[in-house]
């Protein structure tokens, strides 16, 4: 193919998807309806799987460079608005192990517009640049590709161009026009009771070191969270059964806010965004049509509730980049591209829903009088205080999906039963095809270099781990594996590496990396049992697709997914 893959929208999730296809060698086109970049906070807390795309994606340190630290919470009595009520985490601590090295205690906070400016440096480095001033109108498909019709604003007045695409990804938000083009519906709820006002401002008489609430529960909370520079916050006005609408005036803000709070004393000046909207529960009966496929607000709407619109949005992009990326090489099964809805629709279904129940949990009166009786219960989820380890979106898995292969089962559990876990996840179980690839310290190369799993990862490759063991006939069986990938598969669309136990460095083998598990953290992870060669595959976005013990069932999940050449 020629044509480039559109993606329509430059959000974090547009530019992700865009980057990641950047990554796979593959040409992209990026417009933007907006005449200039915006410069709101927005979205700001990044989970910890997030983390680990970014790492992925090669922007993890540029965000780590510019990201602060999400601060602890700190709310006021009132009235009087002065005395300290208590302090809290907003997200329950973690603790980083070998398998998730990036948790929850590592939590950051970054302006949306910051993240975005990051992923334009490294879009720009493919020669990618976001057009702005370019809106969506219409789509037109046929049997090799899309014609996409966009209005184009300048100085002048507007213009008409047909752009062909190869595909097209329509990550243009909430109330973006692609979710219509492919004939969507918009199912949920708009709690038309409620409502948030938000704006970025400067405030004199405010230290930077906790995020600031005052609240008449079940009624409005004012929030004010630092941002990057000193004295600059993001506040809001948040309303249950209360719509704060005519609020959005700098003036009647700053007015409600002195009232509310009897802090008269802050002066709140230099207002450079303002927002309202509503809270929004929604998501699309279906995520793509054809060659046309949806991501982010588009494609879901979420309470503010546990931080995951951003998060989910990214990984939407990242489960679907590699699959268009291998079906315009032409080295895709026919089937692939659907398991796009088959995978992220379940996981959003069920994501919806949970941060829905938290969303209520903090709004209902019974539940913040609730907290006000017990402000010390651990584990009670409320208004700012999330206590679900899903959050971190590190147990979200596909163990239903029709493209991945697991030679153990899945214990006689239907897909259906299986998608009920699909947000949730099994952290206390061994690792499945369909789940997150762990991570892995302490890999050593026969030139005493030490790696991670994460660091061998790569967003165009899939990564066939081979764990050797000390039995007598497993070089054969290793060398048998090799010799059947490199039979079905181009050297172009995936790496091998074979790990043995601490203390024993596998066979060289051409064009092949052999690491020794010097803790044998990744023997531990993958659950790899004694005397038994065990094979996971791990795709571009860092699932694992296969686990199998033999070159039948690595033909049986390869199958599923390229066009083989056995």
């Known amino acids: 193919m020629s044509d480039p893959v559109l993606v329509v929208g430059a959000g974090p999730s547009g530019l992700a998807a865009a980057l990641a296809l950047a990554r796979n060698g593959v040409p992209v086109r990026v417009v933007e309806k907006l005449p200039a970049f915006h410069t709101a906070s927005r979205g700001s807390g990044i989970h910890s799987r997030t983390m680990e795309i970014f790492h992925l994606l090669g922007i993890v340190e540029d965000v780590r460079r510019i990201a602060i630290p999400l601060f602890p919470m700190q709310s006021y009595k009132l009235p009087g608005g002065t005395e300290v009520d208590k302090t809290w985490r907003m997200f329950e601590p973690g603790v980083a192990t070998p398998d998730r090295p990036i948790v929850s205690g590592e939590k950051m906070a970054i302006s949306q517009y910051l993240l975005e400016g990051i992923f334009r440096d490294h879009l720009s480095k493919y020669g990618i640049q976001v057009e702005l001033a370019t809106e969506l109108v219409s789509i037109e498909q046929d049997h090799e590709g899309v014609t996409a019709t966009l209005k184009k604003y300048n100085d002048t007045g507007e213009g008409i161009e047909k752009a062909r695409a190869a595909y097209v990804i329509g990550a243009d938000g909430a109330k973006g026009v692609s979710r219509k083009l492919i004939g969507a519906t918009f199912e949920g709820q708009t709690r038309d009771l409620d409502g948030q006002v938000w704006a970025d401002v400067k405030i004199e008489g405010l230290p930077s070191d906790h995020w600031h609430t005052w609240a008449e529960p079940a009624h409005f909370t004012i929030a004010m969270r630092p941002t990057h520079h000193e004295g ?29 709070t009897g802090r008269h004393d802050l002066k709140i000046t230099n207002f450079t965004s303002m927002s309202y909207w509503k809270p929004k529960m929604r998501m699309a009966n279906k995520f ?46 026919p089937d692939l591209l659907s398991s796009y809805d088959a995978e992220r629709i379940p996981v959003v279904a069920v994501m919806l829903s949970t941060t829905t129940n938290l969303y209520g949990k903090g709004t209902r009166r019974e539940e913040a009088e609730k907290l006000v009786a017990e402000p010390d219960k651990k584990d009670q989820s409320t208004w700012l205080r999330w206590r679900n380890s899903a959050l971190s979106q590190l147990d979200i898995n596909y163990r239903w999906s029709p493209i991945i292969f697991d030679a153990r089962g899945n214990s006689g559990c239907s897909d259906a039963e299986l998608k009920t876990k699909a947000y949730e996840g099994y952290p206390d179980e061994d690792v499945h095809a369909g789940d997150r690839a762990p991570g892995a310290p302490g890999l050593v190369d026969a030139s005493g270099t030490k790696t991670s799993l994460h660091d061998i990862f790569k967003p165009h490759l899939h990564t066939i781990l081979i764990f050797s063991s000390d039995a007598t006939d497993v070089e054969h069986k290793v060398d048998d594996v090799v010799k059947v990938i490199s039979q079905l598969l181009s050297q172009d669309t995936y790496q091998i590496a074979i790990l043995a136990r601490s203390g024993r460095i596998p066979k060289v083998r051409h064009g092949v990396a052999a690491y020794h598990d010097e803790e044998e953290y990744a023997f531990k992870a993958y659950g790899v049992a004694d005397g038994k060669l065990t094979v996971a595959v791990v795709r571009p976005d860092m699932y694992v697709g296969a686990y199998v013990y033999d070159t039948e069932g690595l033909v049986a999940y390869f199958t599923r997914i390229f066009l083989t050449r056995g």
Do not use: M
């Open 232 to 260: 600059s916050f993001h506040v809001g006005i948040v309303g249950v059964n209360f719509d704060p609408a005519e609020l959005t005036d700098p003036e009647k803000f700053v007015k409600f806010i002195h009232e509310r």
């Open 288 to 333: 793509s049509c054809g060659r046309v496929f949806i991501a982010g607000d588009v494609a879901h709407v979420h309470a503010p509730t546990g931080g995951q619109g951003l998060n989910t949005s990214v990984q939407d992009s990242l489960n679907l980049a590699w699959k268009i990326a291998l079906a315009y090489k032409g080295v895709a099964q």
